[in-house]
């Protein structure tokens, strides 16, 4: 049986990209269609009709009329050039991971969107309480800047968008697993192709606030960096905007692009984390720090 995924609006930012109903709509062989897809993809940049015709054992009818539904509700793309074949897309691939998702127990309830990143969407949900979908979606403009920055990306010529987003959730889950119960990031729940599931960590972004005191903060977030550091990690894309704050304590989000302290670029990727987060405390609230003395924090 096809879990049930209601839609539950948890807070209203405004309209969803992403539709619960269509989720639980879709037909078996619709899913079945999609499933196949993302197979073949492994194989194809464009799968062909006869080999997804083989994989999913439908008849011709009802293959071109399950396909002509998955196009018509921008899940599916059709090209003809260099050949003729069928491609999932992104709001197809969220359909599969959030699918995934609810048959396993994980989310019954999609709430709105709270954010958009420069590849990340992030929704509230429903799971054990509140938590957090973020699903990655590194694009085509930022993907050569991906392969060649970031070490988990492979070689291979084909490596479509949406599996260097899985790459990417990947990525960033294996970081919040080590680090949970060591360092102040959400906790890891689940993960689905290039959705993660995630705590909801309340607060604000640190560039979203005013300090009344800025000063426990900074250093707060220093330690908190010097922890990572000492399990063997850079976060490398650390800034305001992935720092949150509430009037306890702050948490750093968004691990996708994290390296190890062996990387080749490991001291210049400290330095430029630490440097960012130096620059924001002196511009916002005309402090005096030194990039030197952060450093020395951080690594003794």
């Not at 709430?111 to 509140?130: D, F, N, P, R, T």
Request: charge should be negative.
């Amino acid at each position: 049986m096809m879990p049930v995924l209601f839609l539950f609006i948890l807070r209203r930012v405004h309209t969803m990209p992403l539709s619960a109903d269509m989720v639980r709509e879709l037909h078996k062989y619709e899913y079945t269609i999609l499933y196949a897809i993302e197979r073949l993809m492994k194989r194809y940049s464009w799968v062909p009709f006869d080999d997804l015709k083989r994989v999913t054992r439908l008849s011709k009818g009802e293959l071109e009329y399950r396909l002509g539904n998955l196009m018509q509700k921008d899940l599916v793309r059709y090209e003809s050039v260099p050949y003729p074949g069928y491609s999932i897309v992104f709001s197809g691939y969220d359909c599969l991971a959030l699918h995934t998702l609810a048959g396993r127990g994980t989310i019954s309830a999609l709430g709105s969107l709270i954010g958009v990143g420069k590849e990340s969407e992030v929704y509230e949900a429903l799971g054990l309480g509140v938590i957090i979908l973020k699903f990655h979606r590194v694009g085509q403009h930022s993907f050569q800047s991906v392969r060649l920055n970031r070490e988990y990306m492979t070689d291979a010529s084909h490596c479509p968008w949406i599996f260097a987003s899985t790459l990417s959730a990947e990525q960033e889950f294996e970081a919040l697993r080590r680090l949970t119960g060591k360092v102040r990031v959400p906790v890891p729940i689940d993960r689905s192709r290039h959705t993660i599931a995630i705590s909801y960590v309340p607060g604000v972004n640190l560039n979203q606030c005013t300090l009344e005191d800025p000063v426990p903060v900074y250093e707060e977030l220093m330690e908190e960096v010097r922890k990572v550091y000492e399990l063997g990690m850079i976060h490398a894309d650390l800034s305001e905007y992935n720092v949150m704050v509430n009037e306890d304590h702050c948490w750093i989000i968004d691990w996708p692009q994290w390296v190890s302290v062996d990387h080749p670029n490991a001291d210049e990727l400290l330095s430029r984390d630490i440097g960012t987060i130096v620059s924001f405390f002196n511009r916002k609230y005309r402090m005096s720090l030194t990039l030197e003395d952060a450093l020395r924090s951080v690594t003794g």
